[in-house]
């Protein structure tokens, strides 16, 4: 007998491997059940083929009578490739097994009904949990049209990422920082400040040896003081770096990034302070899905001041740095009471290294999907 849970868990297993490289497309896992076998298939790059039609063909493509689990609704319409539904129907499936119905109210439940009318067995909700999880930033950003941000830390066990003096190298382990590196490798934009920039010439790229891709690098910039010899912009040959900076950037400075290939945006500011709100939308704009956050105290505290942190890293290494004047994680304007204090949705504590690790959801985004999939009736 087939263990349902455990095939769909798999699809969910494998389609993380996926990441970073779907972009605005969600990360999805599928199964063919033939002759007793689970074949798999994920949908590996945007703009190639989705997970049920990688499934089907690794089956071997004779996949009359068997049956199909994948984490998400099959598309119905056509796209950067036709409709899975049609795949499967003219595979001869028989049966459908779906985690998570599709986001979109619009095509929400169409693939089901296609299916049924076309004589196949439909069943949906499996392991919806998993299955909404895997493609929690795919739901933000289609129904906030904002990027799904995620927010690193890397403290001393008081919360300090510097000593008063501004030194920081290095806080946490290698291990943890070849972590990191694995995270920006994993988003579409690392995005980090001027103040980063300046005192530290970070390059901001995945430097393992087994990167597979390089994100997209982004700098708020209010006043354009980046240096024009610096790290990240003599490296755009390597992925575009873009500038976020306000009206009174210098004019000629802008011109001669520009001719780095540097991309310099103006957005709204307040006393100094970009308009982060307007930057999310900028990146949404440009397609743009993940957002990973490595930036100093200021930054990341408007990031949280605006609620626009997701999903909050946090390294944290058995040191002490104490000082009233060494810098901690989060500035920005803070609370006034315990009530306004900021709880995690869910997390998980790990080891890395000699570093404890704090994976936290701040928001939840899978709910709603989870209850639209158990409630939905299909036609």
Not at 180 to 196: A, P, Y
Not at 333 to 348: P, T, V
């Amino acid at each position: 007998m087939l263990n349902k849970e455990a095939i769909m868990s798999r699809c969910v297993e494998l389609a993380y491997n996926a990441k970073g490289f779907t972009l605005t497309n969600p990360l999805v896992g599928a199964a063919v059940i033939k002759d007793n076998e689970a074949v798999y298939g994920i949908h590996e790059k945007y703009g190639f083929a989705h997970a049920e039609v990688n499934a089907i063909k690794n089956a071997g493509e004779n996949v009359s009578g068997c049956e199909l689990f994948v984490t998400l609704e099959p598309c119905s319409t056509y796209g950067k490739t036709p409709p899975c539904v049609e795949k499967i129907i003219n595979s001869g499936i028989k049966k459908v097994y779906i985690g998570v119905l599709d986001v979109n109210p619009k095509h929400r439940g169409q693939a089901v009904n296609i299916l049924r009318n076309a004589g196949i067995e439909v069943e949906y909700g499996i392991l919806s949990d998993k299955c909404s999880l895997l493609i929690e930033d795919f739901i933000k950003y289609q129904t906030l049209k904002i990027p799904y941000v995620t927010l690193k830390t890397a403290t001393s066990i008081d919360g300090k990422i510097a000593c008063k003096t501004g030194h920081s190298k290095w806080i946490t382990c290698d291990l943890s920082r070849e972590l990191v590196h694995k995270m920006r490798g994993l988003s579409d934009v690392v995005l980090t400040g001027i103040g980063t920039v300046l005192a530290d010439n970070p390059l901001m790229t995945d430097r393992r040896k087994d990167a597979r891709r390089q994100p997209h690098r982004v700098v708020l910039d209010s006043s354009l003081k980046i240096d024009i010899n610096a790290n990240i912009v003599n490296s755009a040959d390597i992925s575009p770096v873009i500038i976020y900076t306000s009206e009174k950037a210098d004019k000629e400075k802008l011109s001669m990034l520009s001719d780095k290939n540097i991309k310099v945006i103006t957005v709204s500011d307040n006393a100094g302070m970009l308009d982060l709100n307007e930057i999310m939308h900028s990146l949404y704009d440009a397609g743009y899905m993940n957002i990973f956050v490595e930036a100093g105290s200021r930054i990341n505290g408007s990031f949280f001041d605006n609620k626009l942190v997701d999903k909050l890293e946090a390294f944290i290494a058995p040191k002490i740095i104490g000082g009233k004047d060494a810098i901690s994680s989060i500035g920005g304007a803070g609370i006034d009471n315990m009530e306004q204090a900021l709880s995690f949705k869910d997390y998980n504590i790990t080891k890395s290294g000699s570093d404890i690790l704090i994976s936290a959801r701040l928001q939840d985004y899978t709910s709603c999907v989870v209850e639209f999939t158990k409630n939905y009736k299909a036609e």
